[in-house]
């Protein structure tokens, strides 16, 4: 028969708290039993208890603790966690003899592998959800931690979004799942922060945006708010969507979409979460490319227009199939978004073009830590376009100074013009980069000359 301490909410092994100001407060409880040999003897009181260890020395950060709240069975108390870990937490009853006052402690439950530290909510389609293939080294961290589709907590492997005992998961994956950026990313911020990372997987493969859009639908950002909240909240949403809306209809309403996503999840819980997005990457199979190249585009003028929400490129990337990321590509770009998050870096972006010259272009590049640089020898027209009222301005030659890209063309533009870069989903890109940071510019549409 049971006796001593049961921990039976509050705490599970694996868990990762959010931290707040340098600790989390943590609420747990359950239930308590004497035993009947104790009864006997005699037992002037019995109180559950718990105290806190480092796992890596053993060192308690705490004596016994009572229980704040203790009734004939049940007990609860809040326990003050600093951030860090990863942490053993222990329980006892605590009996005190009737006759010799001498304490007599009976088991208790224990929580192993419990952090306090960061935790990130994984949203968006396919791979976010991680769908990569390939081999890679990108092994389980004990510092990141899952909080799988079936609600358990874990140490973090791939793949991320399984539906193991979660079948109904609303999140749940219809295909088999793969790698994901995000084991790879959490390494990387725990060796930067020092703290324990906990994932919170999302993402639906295929899923549309209508299905995040509160408007619309957004049975999908429900179901993540619900995740964050009964995870104790998050600290960043980590999301890669937009390949569902990549055709002409639905691409013209993305934007307004993406600004619903983010007000919606910020009033829900109650601050300025921040967004941290991936602009479209490759896709080798016969698609709309204008579409594709709208919502990249959309995705940065999102990024510029809406406090709090990052972009990184993604279209210099590698497939395992004609559209998702293979498993040296997820490490990448897991690695880049680390790099964006602990560093306060972003990928070098277009922000005014001018004429400088009769048939000479300049590009000047905002977030440019070093200096542009051209990193390939293609022909210049394959990743620059430019047209004017009379069409096409074929490139005749690209050079890089600074933060600007001079592009000399085959003739003075005539009348309104625009230049894109990278366009087009089955090309890839990274022709240009930060010689600093090495992020790839952003692929960018129809942006004007002045």
Not at 23 to 36: I, N
Not at 232 to 254: F, P, R, S
Not at 260 to 278: E, H, K, M, Q, W
Request: net charge neutral; aromatic share 8%; charged share 25%.
């Amino acid at each position: 028969m049971f006796y001593g301490t049961r921990i039976t909410y509050g705490l599970d092994h694996w868990q990762i708290l959010k931290a707040e100001n340098g600790e989390c407060r943590l609420t747990l409880g359950g239930s308590w039993r004497l035993p009947e040999g104790a009864k006997k003897a005699g037992v002037r009181s019995a109180e559950p208890c718990v105290r806190l260890a480092r796992e890596d020395d053993n060192v308690y950060l705490t004596d016994w603790i009572r229980a704040e709240h203790i009734d004939a069975e049940r007990w609860e108390t809040v326990l003050r966690v600093p951030a860090g870990g990863l942490y053993r937490l222990e329980s006892c009853l605590d009996a005190v003899s009737k006759e010799s006052g001498e304490h007599w402690r009976f088991r208790g439950d224990v929580r192993n592998h419990v952090g306090c530290g960061e935790l990130f909510a994984i949203a968006g389609q396919s791979n976010a959800a991680g769908y990569g293939k390939g081999v890679m080294p990108d092994p389980p961290d004990i510092r990141v931690h899952v909080k799988r589709n079936s609600g358990r907590w874990d140490m973090a492997s791939h793949p991320l979004n399984d539906a193991t005992d979660a079948p109904d998961c609303l999140n749940a994956p219809m295909g088999q799942t793969g790698t994901s950026p995000f084991i790879a990313f959490g390494r990387r911020r725990a060796d930067h922060t020092g703290l324990p990372v906990g994932l919170l997987p999302c993402a639906q493969g295929g899923s549309p945006i209508r299905l995040w859009d509160p408007e619309r639908d957004g049975s999908l950002l429900r179901n993540m708010i619900a995740k964050i909240k009964r995870a104790g909240g998050a600290n960043a949403v980590l999301w890669y969507q937009g390949c569902a809306d990549a055709d002409g209809e639905a691409a013209g309403k993305y934007m307004k979409s993406f600004a619903n996503v983010v007000s919606f999840t910020r009033r829900a819980l109650g601050f300025d979460i921040p967004f941290y997005t991936f602009q479209l990457n490759k896709y080798l199979a016969p698609h709309d490319s204008d579409a594709w190249d709208e919502i990249r585009q959309i995705q940065r003028i999102a990024a510029r227009e809406i406090k709090g929400v990052s972009i990184l490129p993604t279209a210099d990337l590698g497939l395992s199939d004609e559209i998702h990321l293979n498993s040296a590509s997820n490490v990448a770009l897991g690695q880049r978004l680390a790099l964006q998050m602990n560093e306060g870096v972003s990928a070098p972006d277009v922000e005014s073009i001018e004429a400088a010259g009769q048939t000479l272009l300049r590009l000047r590049f905002a977030n440019v830590k070093g200096e542009m640089i051209r990193t390939n020898t293609r022909d210049a027209g394959e990743y620059f376009e430019v047209t004017d009222e009379l069409g096409a301005v074929p490139v005749e030659n690209v050079k890089t100074e600074k933060d600007c890209a001079l592009l000399t063309l085959s003739r003075a533009v005539r009348g309104a013009a625009r230049v894109s870069y990278e366009r087009e989903c089955m090309r890839g890109a990274g022709s240009l980069k930060d010689s600093l940071t090495l992020l790839p510019a952003l692929p960018f549409l129809n942006e004007t000359i002045h």
